[in-house]
């Protein structure tokens, strides 16, 4: 099956290139808090929000009815972006986002946690007021992943599409575990920070959406949803608001290389409509 994949280099806020109801599935990873800051940069908390409630609004419009909204977030510490003299104590990111997406009309249908694989083997630094009591904080080596609907119901499906996406027993079995282990990806890949392993995209694309379907990621970053997306026989979208990531998307996506891409695939970069890049200074 062929299939058209667009990367948009600009703002996800204002998906002006996608039109409403036409996205059967959403997968994203919305920025970590950590990566957009610079060295001592004040970041505005508020403004993060209001940033990610304008693009939550943009998925809203561009879904059909009963598609799903996949979303992977992880909670951080304060120390981050406060300075407020209350000391360390973990920013709920992901309580956040979940209620500012319920607010805008999404149900929630299912969780998974994402163990990235680092506590087997009690790994990482020893954090907190180590070696004495009272401010012991664990590591987070896990993010949430958040199953959304919009409500409604979608068009029937043809049943040769349905029989296309049919998933075996074995692997189904292996999907429905509450506790995903899956070890991270390194923390920069060829120049781009916060990678998620190909095989979250491709698990979620293959449980909420069906062949020929368009997935979104508002947040593409290094375009690992849009290559899982190649290989499952779906259409695709990303936008990516840093142009800079242009020739990392291209190597993440073999494009103008050996082709490592499993299935025929149309690949467009261009640039959006909406390019304005925010401010959290």
Request: glycine share 6%; proline share 5%.
């Amino acid at each position: 099956m062929k299939t058209d994949h667009k990367i948009y280099i600009g703002n996800s806020r204002q998906m002006k290139e996608v039109p409403d109801q036409s996205v059967s599935c959403v997968v994203t990873s919305p920025p970590y808090v950590t990566t957009l800051m610079k060295k001592g940069q004040k970041f505005d908390y508020a403004a993060y929000r209001e940033m990610i409630q304008d693009v939550f609004k943009e998925v809203w419009r561009v879904l059909i009815p009963d598609g799903r909204f996949c979303l992977n977030v992880a909670d951080i510490r304060s120390k981050y972006f406060y300075n407020n003299g209350n000391g360390l104590y973990r920013v709920p990111i992901s309580a956040d986002l979940l209620m500012l997406s319920q607010g805008l009309g999404f149900l929630l249908f299912d969780t998974f946690i994402w163990d990235k694989g680092f506590n087997r083997n009690f790994g990482g630094p020893l954090l907190g007021s180590y070696p004495y009591p009272a401010s012991i904080y664990n590591n987070v080596y896990f993010e949430y992943i958040f199953i959304l609907k919009k409500p409604g119901k979608r068009n029937k499906l043809d049943p040769e599409i349905k029989k296309a996406s049919e998933i075996d027993k074995e692997t189904w079995k292996q999907y429905v575990q509450k506790f995903w282990r899956i070890e991270s990806e390194t923390e920069w890949f060829k120049g781009h920070e916060a990678v998620f392993p190909e095989e979250i995209p491709r698990r979620l694309i293959r449980m909420y959406s069906f062949a020929g379907d368009t997935v979104l990621d508002p947040f593409a970053g290094s375009g690992t949803t849009i290559r899982a997306a190649m290989n499952l026989d779906r259409n695709s979208i990303g936008y990516e608001i840093n142009e800079d990531l242009i020739p990392v998307v291209k190597r993440r996506l073999d494009i103008g290389q050996t082709l490592l891409i499993e299935r025929e695939a149309q690949i467009e970069i261009s640039f959006a409509q909406y390019r304005v890049r925010e401010s959290m200074e």
